[in-house]
């Protein structure tokens, strides 16, 4: 095994980490998220798009076969999945073994933002949704979801589906977006929202007051929290840089920069192992923290 990092940062990388059984393998990996048990839930563009392994990498399970189109986005809250699919133009929240709660959009239906294919940079706001990315519960009871391949907005919903607040703007300034790509929420209630070709994390009040950024990355895809208030973000490769799993802490210093094969979804578990979710690669690596 290969070794990271360095000091209290320091890990062993365990590439093609999930044990799937025989003749089976992982379509596109665009999630990787441990729950509170420790259990880790592989997010798939494939049926069944959710497959479940322990901390050793052994199956335990899958999920959801015909119910997601496209899977992008996971964030596990307590014991509630909340995922997004992007070409449906749904975020759907389901118990942990699969049994969906609610569903927020209408599926196939975008709202309209001048955007309707690529280079993904939608030419004004638009309502919810057009093409989501990422679904997270807040402590205080609301639900956040970034809106980011065809529009550039955070909604903010009740626990039961109403919508209540929309911010962001195409931009590259404080509180505008360019594909606004996954959300975590710290201990304090602030949301983190990884604003993926701005190069940058921008950081709000759960009202949606701009509080600040952290700058000095590649394109964020993905933004994770440890228990420990260590945050973990999966960097897209720039320019001749590889792509990282970049390790900060609460007030956005850099700990540690660890180079990954190219990665979509990066999870954490309580043990502070790490989890990178690989597209191109269609695996898992886990990369185990050295004590």
């Known amino acids: 095994m290969a070794q990271v990092g360095s000091g209290k940062?320091?890990?062993e990388v365990i590439r093609d980490w999930p044990k799937l059984p025989a003749g089976e393998s992982l379509g596109v990996v665009s999630r990787v998220v441990a729950d509170a048990r420790d259990r880790i839930y592989v997010f798939q563009r494939k049926?069944?798009?959710v497959v479940m392994?322990?901390?050793?990498g052994s199956y335990l399970g899958c999920w959801g076969a015909g119910a997601v189109k496209e899977a992008h986005g996971l964030k596990i809250v307590g014991d509630v999945a909340y995922t997004t699919d992007r070409p449906d133009s749904v975020a759907v929240?389901?118990?942990?073994?699969?049994?969906?709660?609610?569903v927020l959009g209408k599926r196939g239906v975008h709202s309209d933002t001048g955007c309707d294919g690529r280079p993904w940079l939608a030419l004004r706001a638009g309502a919810p949704f057009n093409h989501p990315t990422e679904m997270i519960a807040h402590p205080n009871g609301d639900l956040y979801v970034t809106d980011g391949y065809r529009n550039c907005r955070v909604h903010r919903f009740s626990a039961d589906g109403r919508l209540i607040k929309s911010w962001g703007t195409p931009g590259k300034?404080?509180?505008?977006f360019h594909l606004p790509h996954s959300i975590v929420v710290d201990r304090a209630g602030r949301l983190y929202v990884a604003d993926r070709s701005n190069k940058r994390i921008q950081i709000f009040s759960p009202e949606g007051e701009f509080l600040g950024m952290w700058t000095g990355m590649g394109g964020p895809n993905d933004i994770a929290l440890g228990n420990d208030g260590t945050f973990y973000i999966a960097e897209q490769e720039d320019g001749d840089q590889p792509a990282y799993i970049c390790v900060r802490d609460g007030e956005g210093n850099v700990l540690a920069r660890l180079e990954s094969r190219h990665i979509h979804g990066v999870g954490v578990d309580s043990h502070g192992d790490i989890y990178a979710g690989l597209t191109g690669d269609h695996?898992?690596?886990?990369f185990v923290r050295q004590r």
């Open 173 to 176: 300034g404080a509180g505008e």
């Open 283 to 286: 695996s898992v690596d886990k």
């Open 93 to 102: 929240a389901f118990t942990l073994d699969g049994k969906p709660l609610l």
């Open 47 to 49: 049926d069944p798009p």
């Open 53 to 56: 392994f322990d901390r050793d």
């Open 9 to 11: 940062h320091t890990y």
